[in-house]
């Protein structure tokens, strides 16, 4: 009896230790899901739509430039991509002035943006990046929207990296109403050129306080439908 006691003590020891290490391999449906860090690149349409993009990607770290192309924010871009675990490139098609990169290159759009992402994939581990389609312009540039947006895609397509369609619902609802103001005049920011964003045909809202070159600021959360879908649009392309 004493000796069937014994293994009977010990049998059930071994099953509480085994319950034990079972019940510790499966993982707590409680416990908390690392929330993937997700850097947003763009131009300024991702400057403007920032603060929606944060609040529809939560943690999201942004990082785009009025006038940039894909060259302008490589060297940034690469050294913040090493703390994220995805990146979404969204260029609009810029080739001014305001990207010095783009100076004197012959293909313009074409050949300079797709040489750009190849330059992402090869310092930015691949499985990372995503691709968001952007708008096409309304006004005399639109051809270089419409060259963004083609080579984005294919480029894209040919690596395997995720594409979406970011301008997906933007139509006329792209601005606010506001009318067109000259160099200098109040709203319209810059004392060089005209910087009001829309009823441009292109951006997603007025900033009246833009600055040329630099981040500028971003338009009011939900202060335009072109503002709301399009952020909609970069969070799809964080998520898939």
């Known amino acids: 009896m004493r000796s069937l006691g014994a293994r009977t003590v010990l049998l059930m020891v071994a099953l509480a230790l085994l319950g034990s290490c079972a019940f510790q391999a499966v993982p707590s449906s409680s416990r908390a899901i690392a929330r993937p860090r997700v850097l947003v690149v763009g131009d300024s349409l991702v400057v403007e739509a920032r603060s929606a993009i944060e609040a529809n990607v939560p943690g999201a770290r942004v990082l785009a430039r009025t006038g940039a192309a894909p060259c302008s924010l490589l060297d940034v871009a690469v050294a913040a991509a090493t703390s994220a675990d995805v990146v979404v490139l ?28 190849e330059a992402y994939a090869a310092q930015i581990d691949a499985s990372k990046l995503r691709m968001a389609l952007t708008p096409v312009w309304g006004d005399g540039h639109a051809t270089n929207s419409l060259s963004a947006r083609q080579v984005a895609e294919a480029w894209a397509t040919t690596r395997g990296v995720p594409v979406v369609d970011a301008a997906t619902g933007l139509g006329g609802d792209r601005f606010i109403s506001g009318g067109l103001r000259n160099a200098g005049e109040h709203g319209s920011g810059s004392k060089v050129v005209v910087s009001l964003r829309a009823p441009d045909r292109v951006h997603l809202c007025v900033a009246p306080a833009y600055v040329r070159g630099f981040n500028g600021p971003s338009c009011p959360t939900n ?12 969070a799809r392309a964080a998520r898939s």
Do not use: K
């Not at 990207?99 to 040489?115: K, L, N, Q």
């Not at 202060?223 to 970069?234: D, E, L, N, P, W």
């Open 223 to 234: 202060s335009s439908a072109g503002v709301t879908r399009f952020a909609a649009g970069i």
């Open 90 to 117: 969204a260029f609009s098609g810029n080739d001014s002035f305001l990207a010095p990169c783009m100076t004197g290159s012959d293909h313009r759009i074409g050949g300079a943006y797709r040489d750009s992402y």
